[in-house]
């Protein structure tokens, strides 16, 4: 095919297979590419709005045993870097992030084999009888696949007991990218194979979860490989949907470069050039997902906002507080006020949305005032090693905190 032709049959609402694909994302120069994910958005989403929502990305924990070698959060069992956050510190964040016009939390952390199931459930009983109409977007599908590894039990009851206890949505962290040749030389790939993330989200998906899905590209997979990953999701929405009439599966699809400083993995990042034919293309080949997300966070404001004209349809998250992406040498910022201008400033209407894309309102400084923030928060403050009280009440399985314990009784 010609590329006139492929882009006849995009045009035409054809679903790509991956040879045109591929032909599309090395072939079509970029002013196509973006013209055609435009047109595929504009379909998808005729009117003006583009989306945004307020919520905090809190990471409860940084101790992690799975070592991935592109992560520069993580810190070993036993660090003295490392730390949980205590209930209360939550509930503070909970409430800050209310202040601001926020009614969820990302939560995501480490696999921290300190941390049992008992845990978690507990932390999201808490958080739903102080706080019952806040939303929790928790637990990535690797997150799941610990939890269910060390309580020994099958992953849909980890999730059915999670709900139970006020789990709202599973956000799509850890997918990196769906290959398991690829997973493996970033040393991700005991934490979840490709197989086992899209298992969690499909079980997510028949509980009746809505989910993200996410791609962290430019470590070492090739082009085809990036395709490999998108089509593997394009499959299981398909199959989550089916032919219910109920929205399901996944929500939106977010894609970001992988950040290279601090990490063991090392290397440079992708080019914003890259970013947006890579928006674009996932835009023409992911037909059955409603909504793609702009990564300010990793591009900065400039290529969010250029991110409206290459298939985004979302300014993702206000975020409040980051520390993964910071971590590896990240750090914009952009609360309400700034996503609303880098929004109206490329032509759109700006409405906040919840997890589910439904439309809460218009900008919510302009109905009340709100605390301009213009440093993203982060999960502690340097220096501070303080150990939350409730931890002892969960038995200690590493040599570390066993240890850490021991010394705490003898003060
Ligand atoms: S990416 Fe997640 S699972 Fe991997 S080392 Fe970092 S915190 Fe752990």
Same mark, same amino acid.
């Given at each position: 095919?010609?590329?006139?032709?492929?882009?006849?049959?995009?045009?035409?609402?054809?679903?790509?297979?991956?040879? #045109?694909?591929?032909?599309? %994302?090395? $072939?079509?120069?970029?002013?196509?590419?973006?013209?055609?994910?435009?047109?595929?958005?504009?379909?998808?989403?005729?009117?003006?709005?583009?989306?945004?929502?307020?919520?905090?990305?809190?990471?409860?924990?940084?101790?992690?045993?799975?070592?991935?070698?592109?992560?520069?959060?993580?810190? /070993?069992?036993?660090?003295?870097?490392? %730390?949980?956050?205590?209930?209360?510190?939550?509930?503070?964040?909970?409430? #800050?992030?209310?202040?601001?016009?926020?009614?969820?939390?990302?939560?995501?952390?480490?696999?921290?084999?300190?941390?049992?199931?008992?845990?978690?459930?507990?932390?999201?009983?808490?958080?739903?009888?102080?706080?019952?109409?806040?939303?929790?977007?928790?637990?990535?599908?690797? #997150?799941?696949?610990?939890?269910?590894?060390?309580?020994?039990?099958?992953?849909?009851?980890?999730?059915?007991?999670?709900?139970?206890?006020?789990?709202?949505?599973?956000?799509?962290?850890?997918?990196?990218?769906?290959?398991?040749?690829?997973?493996?030389?970033?040393?991700?790939?005991?934490?979840?194979?490709?197989?086992?993330?899209?298992?969690?989200?499909?079980?997510?998906?028949?509980?009746?979860?809505?989910?993200?899905?996410?791609?962290?590209?430019?470590?070492?997979?090739?082009?085809?490989?990036?395709?490999?990953?998108?089509?593997?999701?394009?499959?299981?929405?398909?199959?989550?949907?089916?032919? $219910?009439?109920?929205?399901?599966?996944?929500?939106?699809?977010?894609?970001?470069?992988?950040? /290279?400083?601090?990490?063991?993995?090392?290397?440079?990042?992708?080019?914003?050039?890259? %970013?947006?034919?890579?928006?674009?293309?996932?835009?023409?080949?992911?037909?059955?997902?409603?909504?793609?997300?702009?990564?300010?966070?990793?591009?900065?404001?400039?290529? $969010?906002?250029?991110?409206?004209?290459?298939?985004?349809?979302?300014?993702?998250?206000?975020?409040?507080?980051?520390?993964?992406?910071?971590?590896?040498?990240?750090?914009?910022?952009?609360?309400?006020?700034?996503?609303?201008?880098?929004?109206?400033?490329?032509?759109?209407?700006?409405?906040?949305?919840?997890?589910? %894309?439904?439309?809460?309102?218009?900008?919510?400084?302009?109905?009340?005032?709100?605390?301009?923030?213009?440093?993203?928060?982060?999960?502690?403050?340097?220096?501070?090693?303080?150990?939350?009280? #409730?931890?002892?009440?969960?038995?200690?399985?590493?040599?570390?905190?066993?240890?850490?314990?021991?010394?705490?009784?003898?003060?």
């Amino acid at each position: 095919m010609t590329m006139d032709d492929l882009a006849a049959k995009v045009r035409a609402g054809g679903r790509l297979d991956r040879a #045109e694909a591929l032909a599309l %994302y090395t $072939g079509a120069p970029t002013p196509l590419l973006a013209g055609l994910a435009d047109e595929v958005r504009v379909r998808k989403h005729p009117g003006n709005v583009v989306t945004y929502i307020i919520d905090r990305n809190v990471n409860y924990t940084n101790v992690c045993i799975a070592r991935c070698n592109f992560c520069a959060f993580y810190r /070993p069992v036993g660090s003295a870097d490392g %730390y949980v956050l205590g209930f209360e510190e939550i509930f503070r964040k909970i409430d #800050e992030t209310i202040a601001l016009g926020g009614g969820q939390l990302l939560l995501q952390g480490g696999h921290n084999p300190d941390l049992p199931l008992a845990w978690y459930e507990d932390l999201f009983r808490a958080v739903k009888q102080r706080y019952p109409t806040f939303r929790l977007h928790a637990l990535s599908p690797p #997150e799941v696949i610990h939890l269910s590894r060390l309580s020994r039990l099958p992953v849909p009851e980890i999730i059915d007991r999670l709900v139970a206890c006020g789990l709202d949505s599973i956000p799509g962290g850890g997918a990196e990218i769906l290959v398991d040749r690829v997973r493996k030389l970033l040393n991700c790939y005991s934490k979840a194979s490709a197989d086992e993330w899209l298992d969690v989200m499909r079980h997510a998906h028949r509980a009746g979860l809505r989910t993200t899905a996410t791609m962290m590209y430019g470590t070492v997979e090739t082009v085809d490989e990036r395709l490999e990953h998108l089509f593997r999701l394009r499959d299981l929405q398909d199959e989550s949907c089916g032919a $219910g009439s109920t929205p399901a599966g996944f929500t939106a699809f977010i894609t970001w470069s992988y950040q /290279p400083d601090h990490t063991e993995l090392g290397g440079a990042e992708a080019t914003g050039v890259d %970013y947006l034919r890579t928006l674009a293309i996932a835009r023409l080949v992911l037909d059955n997902f409603d909504n793609l997300q702009a990564s300010w966070v990793t591009q900065g404001g400039k290529v $969010g906002q250029l991110s409206l004209a290459f298939g985004a349809n979302d300014m993702g998250s206000v975020m409040i507080e980051e520390n993964v992406v910071r971590a590896a040498g990240a750090s914009y910022c952009m609360d309400e006020i700034e996503i609303v201008r880098n929004i109206e400033n490329a032509g759109f209407v700006a409405k906040r949305r919840n997890m589910h %894309y439904e439309v809460q309102g218009d900008p919510i400084f302009r109905e009340r005032s709100v605390p301009r923030m213009l440093e993203l928060a982060v999960a502690r403050v340097d220096g501070d090693s303080s150990r939350p009280p #409730e931890i002892v009440r969960y038995a200690a399985r590493s040599a570390a905190e066993k240890k850490a314990r021991l010394e705490q009784s003898a003060d």
